[in-house]
């Protein structure tokens, strides 16, 4: 597995206050992932990085920011935390591979977790 | 748009084989993965499909027809530990990963 930790891994806030979420990883891999995981809805991608100071948009990206200023830390930020922002959120890492004539992604490894309470 | 389709629950006896299908419609496809995830855990990767047929890694198997946009994972032998959700996921394109909501398992005694 990869070393994925995540900080801190649970939390409660209060609507309209900022919260920062931490992703470290020890693999060197390139691409990093925040998901969020809520019941009925599966895992769904929130922001994604494919390198230092590369990001993209995922599905419910609104609400969220990240940064990734070297390659082991990606951080997720709730700029105004509300209610609907509840949930278990996800750090992913991969890297990337060649499949036979195909070229295509590695698997993706998770990390442990944060639980996250917006009262 | 994207939809991958998967039952949301299924019940299975120690000892027998389960099949959980996933059916999919993405914009693109560069491969299909299964994840395991126990409750209040973290998902672990099961297995990858990228070309059509049949993968076997021990008791797991895991099958692709890009055709029907189709794939199955099947569980032999089973244990009361593979009492979990299971997860598809398709890449559409690059690296990104689309999930299906996953299948909770019950293995019951």
């Known amino acids: 597995d990869a070393g994925i930790t995540q900080s801190p891994r649970h939390k409660v806030t209060e609507t309209g206050t900022p919260v920062t979420l931490r992703c470290h990883q020890t693999?060197?891999?390139?691409?990093m992932y925040w998901y969020r995981q809520d019941p009925g809805h599966g895992l769904r991608l929130i922001h994604y990085?494919?390198?230092?100071?590369?990001?993209d948009k995922g599905e419910v990206s609104d609400g969220y920011s990240v940064s990734r200023s070297k390659t082991e830390d990606f951080l997720l930020t709730l700029e105004s935390a509300t209610s609907s922002q509840t949930s278990v959120y996800f750090c992913?890492?991969?890297?990337?591979?060649?499949?036979?004539?195909?070229?295509?992604?590695?698997?993706?490894?998770f990390g442990p977790g944060t639980r996250l309470t917006v009262t | 748009g994207q939809n991958i389709d998967q039952p949301t629950e299924m019940t299975a006896t120690e000892g027998a084989i389960v099949q959980i299908n996933c059916t999919y419609q993405?914009?693109?496809?560069?491969?299909l993965f299964w994840y395991q995830q126990h409750a209040g855990e973290a998902p672990t990767f099961l297995s990858y499909?990228?070309?059509?047929g049949l993968e076997e890694k021990g008791r797991f198997s895991s099958f692709l027809s890009r055709s029907k946009g189709y794939s199955y994972l099947l569980l032999k032998e089973l244990q009361m530990k593979d009492s979990a959700s299971y997860l598809c996921?398709?890449?559409?394109?690059?690296?990104?990963?689309?999930f299906g909501a996953g299948t909770i398992l019950r293995v019951k005694s």
């Open positions: 992913a890492t991969s890297g990337y591979r060649l499949a036979g004539e195909v070229v295509t992604g590695d698997e993706q490894y």
């Open positions: 693999e060197n891999h390139r691409y």
């Open positions: 990085s494919y390198g230092v100071k590369d990001t």
């Open positions: 993405t914009s693109g496809f560069n491969g």
């Open positions: 499909n990228v070309l059509d």
């Open positions: 996921a398709v890449t559409e394109y690059g690296n990104k990963l689309v």
